[in-house]
């Protein structure tokens, strides 16, 4: 089999989708389905549509483009990842396995290449949760995992429900159409930028990922009476802000407590309200994001939070609302897939070493109702979620490269 990669319009292709966003280049913002969201959408439709694809979107407006196979009716071999991004992001992250994958397709197809299998491109809706609070929402509701009620219950911060803004969006049906057959997916694989320094600092071309930290999230508010910031002497205040400021270092103090480098936790949102500089804080909304590999020892962390939170309300007294979003478990890379990325590597002479993915991924969920496994690049001093996260056209092309060669091995 001969596969070529166009390396020189994949790198195109990812730089005019990252023109579609809220802010200025270098920097992404592409919220889902805010406007920039859905010009994406049919940037990558359309990309899709010209490769000859055969297109359908679900009710969450998972897109899926199939290349059918000439055993139509065996489950398909996937790959994927998002194209949504959180506000000030780069523009490699998700968009390197949607736009990625797509070049696999096509190269695959150029090859005159025969799949028994159908081989599909899934681009999931908001696998980054800054909009709804919960992340991987789309391959959530592929696995089954979250309910149809998700779409009343998940509520931005301007108060709209998913459902109504999913619906505004062109997405209609009930959500729990969404779910996946048993057995629908053969096997899935996502290519996605490190995020981390691994690859880069030990100089190795591919990541094999072999398991995904399991990630947890928290919503947490917090109320004080509030009142006039000169008038308030400070032994009657309840100022709310102080209580979140005590909360974020009892998250902290959580972590270091771990005993292991592998826990992490973050404090990422912060509201205050009214947000005057003359007017004790009287409502405090905090988003906090903990990891780890280990469940157990993340679970851990998150029952120490929730003492701290107990302890803060009384000694400050002020009332504090927790609201659990996610505490997910981790995934295991499935053998046979791990395998076929590990034939691939060795196929096309990339050095490859097996990892840990510390980010969540679609594949988290996937992977509950598909053997899956990820394949990651590197990239540039590990930095992503800003706006100067940089993978080389290189690294890219070489990784769709092994990509393409393992989806052609599943999909025989
Ligand atoms: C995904 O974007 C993550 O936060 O791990
Ligand atoms: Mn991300
Ligand atoms: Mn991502």
């Known amino acids: 089999m001969n596969v070529s990669i166009h390396q020189d319009r994949l790198n195109r292709e990812l730089h005019e989708l990252a023109l579609i966003s809220d ?37 969450v407006g998972n897109l899926f483009a199939r290349w059918a196979g000439s055993k139509p009716e065996l489950p ?4 994927g990842s998002h194209i949504d991004a959180i506000p ?23 090859s005159g290449f025969q799949p028994r299998r159908s081989i599909e491109l899934l681009v999931f809706t908001a696998e ?22 998700g779409g009343e219950r998940f509520k931005d911060r301007d108060g709209n429900s998913l459902d109504e803004v999913r619906i505004k969006a062109g997405f209609h049906g009930p959500l729990s159409g969404v779910r996946l057959p048993a057995g629908y997916c053969h096997a899935f694989l996502e290519l996605h930028i490190e995020q981390g320094p691994v690859l880069e600092q030990q100089q190795i071309g591919l990541g094999i990922v072999t398991a995904i930290a399991a990630p947890a999230s928290l919503r947490v ?11 308030v002497l400070m032994p009657q205040r309840h100022d709310a802000f102080l209580a979140a400021a005590e909360i974020a270092l009892a998250v902290e103090a959580a972590v270091l407590s771990s005993g292991s480098e592998d826990t992490v936790a973050t404090t990422g949102v912060c509201e205050v309200f009214p947000g005057a500089v003359n007017s004790i804080p009287s409502r405090v909304h905090l988003e906090i994001d903990v990891r780890d590999i280990d469940q157990t020892r993340r679970d851990e962390v998150l029952r120490k939070i929730d003492r701290a939170l107990a302890a ?22 499935d053998q046979l897939v791990i395998e076929a990325l590990r034939r ?6 990339a050095a490859y070493e097996f990892m840990i993915s510390r980010a969540y991924h679609d594949s988290l969920f996937m992977s509950l109702i598909a053997p899956a496994a990820m ?25 769709v490269l092994v990509l393409a060669e393992a989806l052609a091995q599943l999909a025989e």
């Open 344 to 349: 691939g590597c060795q196929i096309h002479g």
């Open 375 to 399: 394949l990651f690049i590197p990239c540039r001093g590990g930095v992503s979620h800003r706006p100067d996260e940089y993978s080389s056209p290189e690294a890219i092309a070489h990784g």
């Open 76 to 79: 398909a071999v996937a790959t």
């Open 88 to 110: 000030n992001a780069g523009m490699f992250d998700g968009t390197v396995g949607v736009l990625g994958g797509l070049e696999a397709i096509r190269a695959l197809v150029r």
């Open 23 to 59: 802010v200025p280049a270098p920097a992404v913002t592409r919220v889902v389905f805010t406007p920039a969201d859905l010009r994406g959408r049919t940037f990558v439709r359309e990309l899709c549509q010209d490769a000859g694809l055969q297109i359908r979107e679900d009710a």
């Open 312 to 333: 803060i309300a009384l000694r400050r007294g002020t009332a504090i609302q927790t609201e659990i979003i996610n505490a997910d478990p981790p995934a295991r890379c």
């Open 221 to 231: 508010s917090i109320e004080g009476p509030g009142g006039h910031a000169g008038a």
């Open 128 to 149: 980054e949760p800054t909009r709804f609070g919960v992340g991987c929402l789309g391959s959530r509701l592929l696995a089954g995992t979250l309910d149809a009620s």
